[in-house]
């Protein structure tokens, strides 16, 4: 028996080796088998098959929201691993650079804030994104040169994370020297790893962070180890296993997991209507004579999502409507 279908979010906490299209691939398999027939699926953001961690996942009306996702700042715990620097940035491709220079924990945590801020960077060769209509990573595999644009991206904090259990921490017993070559009279131990936490913009590459905070600390260095702890308002707290998908889809409840449509409007005011004005905004007439802020309003009609609406000057024009009826919001 197909039941209603839902709308809101899953939070998928994707395990490594699997890729974004195959999580959603297995969000509809499971939906199906739980009797919900064919459900509208997207992810809010591509995650690597190679990184694991939050990967938002829209069913219903709020595939109407994913876009928004992709512009919502991250916040990614990843570690360095110093001393090679690989043609793909990670663990997975070939060695192109070496370095014996190894930095110690101080030079690292100054270093940072040479990172924080507006930032240019050069995406990796092995990314997706197109040159003259092919992807970056195609040309890289097929030895093709690729060149890349230098675009800013915005790292609005970054600091390092000693304490961090899953990202493992690499030591040598090498102790640093002074510019004169003697040892310095407190040897400070020269790491081989570090794990770090940042928290950027859209568009920002973390293997390609990774990479210039090497080359800053006059060594070169690769990702080993990366995983996304948040996206938007969505934190990894509100994930579930891929286990768990799979248990809702032999009929654990759904509803224990669902987050509601508007959980990915949470940064935006609300703009509560009456059932007449409702019935207006569903329409797609203008409101007007409205007394709140010009901006980007989120506006229903008791607890039910109706549309999102840009107001200026008091007018209220509808930029994405939501078809939910007052008796199926979730």
């Known amino acids: 028996m197909t039941v209603r279908p839902p709308h809101g979010w899953l939070i998928l906490d994707k395990s ?19 009797g919900y027939g064919k459900v509208k699926v997207g992810h809010g953001g591509t995650l690597d098959p190679l990184a694991e961690g939050v990967l938002p996942i829209a069913l219903g009306e709020a595939t109407k929201l994913a876009g928004r996702m992709l512009d919502a700042s991250k916040v ?12 793909t940035l990670d663990a997975e491709g070939k060695v192109v650079a070496t370095s014996d220079r190894l930095p110690a924990m101080a030079e690292i945590i100054a270093a940072l804030p040479r990172f924080t ?12 994104l197109k040159v003259e209509g092919r992807r970056a990573y195609d040309l890289a595999r097929d030895g093709e040169e690729v060149a890349l644009a230098i675009r800013q991206v915005t790292i609005n904090s970054i600091s390092v994370r000693p304490e ?23 040897a400070r131990t020269a790491l ?7 928290h950027v913009s859209k568009g920002t590459y973390i293997r390609s962070l990774a990479r210039d905070i090497a080359r800053a600390l006059g060594t070169v260095g690769h990702v080993t180890y990366l995983r996304r702890v948040r996206v938007g308002p969505f934190a990894e707290g509100q994930a579930i296993s891929l286990d768990m998908l799979n248990e809702i889809g032999k009929g654990a409840p759904l509803h224990d997991h669902l987050l509601p449509l ?45 549309a999102l609406v840009e107001l200026a000057g008091g007018t209220a024009k509808v ?12």
């Open 164 to 186: 961090l259990a899953e990202g493992p921490r690499f030591f040598s017993s090498a102790s640093l020297e002074d510019k004169s070559g003697a040892s310095t009279s407190s």
């Open 76 to 87: 990614y715990d990843f570690t360095i691993r110093f001393g090679e620097e690989t043609d």
């Open 319 to 330: 930029v994405r409507g939501f078809n939910l009826l007052t008796d199926v919001a979730e």
């Open 192 to 198: 081989e790893g570090v794990t770090l936490s940042a």
């Open 117 to 128: 801020g507006a930032i240019d960077q050069v995406p990796p060769v092995y990314s997706a």
């Open 16 to 34: 490594r080796g699997l890729g974004s299209t195959q999580a959603v691939a297995a969000v509809k398999r499971n939906l199906r088998q739980a």
């Open 262 to 306: 508007e959980a990915g409007l949470d940064d935006i005011p609300a703009l509560v209507l009456t059932p007449a004005s409702a019935q207006a905004v569903r329409q797609g007439r203008v409101l007007s004579g409205l007394p709140q802020a010009d901006g980007l309003h989120f506006a229903k009609l008791g607890a039910v999502p109706v």
